[in-house]
């Protein structure tokens, strides 16, 4: 039952729930977990920058990666969004399942 974690972050709170609600909506995500209040330290066009963000933690399955990556940049309001999977080694048996289930394609 290989599971990922995918990690992005977004504007605020507001736009990390709208995003994480639409990918488990359609199934690419089994679960979204949404935590305001970061702060971000970065480079954009030559210039440091600093900004506060909200971390959005998706927990899906290698083969719906893709398209998750895909809708969450369709939908997010940056230009580059952060966007990165994280493989899960081990954990409870039961949520690694359950998400499988969860994030299963339809037809």
């Given at each position: 039952m290989p599971m990922l974690f995918v990690y992005a972050t977004a504007a605020d709170a507001e736009e990390a729930s709208r995003l994480g609600r639409?990918?488990?909506?359609?199934?690419?995500?089994?679960?979204?977990?949404?935590?305001?209040?970061?702060?971000s330290v970065y480079w954009w066009e030559?210039?440091?920058?600093e900004a506060s963000e909200a971390v959005l933690i998706l927990k899906t399955q290698p083969?719906?990666?893709?398209?998750?990556v895909t809708r969450l940049r369709a939908l997010h309001s940056y230009d580059c969004p952060c966007i990165e999977a994280i493989?899960?080694?081990?954990?409870?048996?039961?949520?690694?399942?359950?998400?499988?289930?969860?994030t299963a394609a339809t037809e």
């Open positions: 639409a990918l488990v909506e359609a199934r690419l995500a089994a679960c979204a977990t949404v935590i305001a209040g970061a702060r030559g210039k440091l920058a083969a719906r990666l893709d398209a998750l493989p899960v080694s081990g954990g409870n048996p039961e949520f690694l399942a359950w998400v499988e289930r969860e």
